[in-house]
């Protein structure tokens, strides 16, 4: 199995606080949050790793080269123009060609989780993505994700107040799903795919209460 980071953006928000890096490059306890989320997947069993990259991406490929001094086997995609988070992974696809299935990680969060429990939900529920969820008591500034008793997705909501679920960032994907991407070379996973995958029913929120800490903003 193979992990997707999704490395590319533009980090506008945290410009105060770092510069001249992207947003994945910034220091956490000495070292890259993006060290952090590759030795994390490399616990989980998963050395064949594929960085998305765009902004500022040749700083990433200088200091994690090939991923051979983490243990790693790191491959690049690179964006020549900014895809969005959908576009990013059809650009990464041409590495995962012989997979049936592949974990696609948000380059901005981390979450401590049962990775083998995780792989065993999405298998049993036939799942054309499962989205792990973590329960926030304020979604002031996230999206909610609502599901059924069969730990269904049936709804995404923006900017709910509150408590809720919201998508962790660590999504396992069934290569079926490429299947019903847009037919274009720029769009999002969060609003012109998830959503509509709802219609299939086969789009599973695997809800965790591991550690999950979000990197978007300069309070986080």
Known sequence: ????ILAGGLGTRLRPVISGIP??????????????????LKKFGIPDIIISIGHLGDKIKLYFRNGEKL????????????????GALRNASRYLISEEKFLVVSGDTYLDLDFSDFLRFHDEKNSLITMALARRERLSKSGCVEINKENRIVKFVEKEKGAGLIN???LIFSSEVFDYMPKK??????YDLYPKL?????????????YFRDLGNPED
């Not at 199995?1 to 997707?4: E, N, S």
């Not at 086997?73 to 895809?83: D, S």
């Open 1 to 4: 199995m193979k992990a997707v």
């Open 23 to 40: 947003k994945p490059m910034a220091e956490v306890l000495g070292k890259p949050f993006l060290a952090w989320q590759i030795e994390q």
């Open 71 to 86: 243990g790693t086997r790191i491959k690049y995609a690179e964006e020549r123009q900014p895809l969005g988070t959908g």
């Open 168 to 170: 962790a960032g660590y």
């Open 185 to 190: 070379d720029k769009f999002s996973l969060e």
């Open 198 to 210: 709802v219609k299939t029913m086969r789009i599973f929120g695997y809800v965790t209460s591991g």
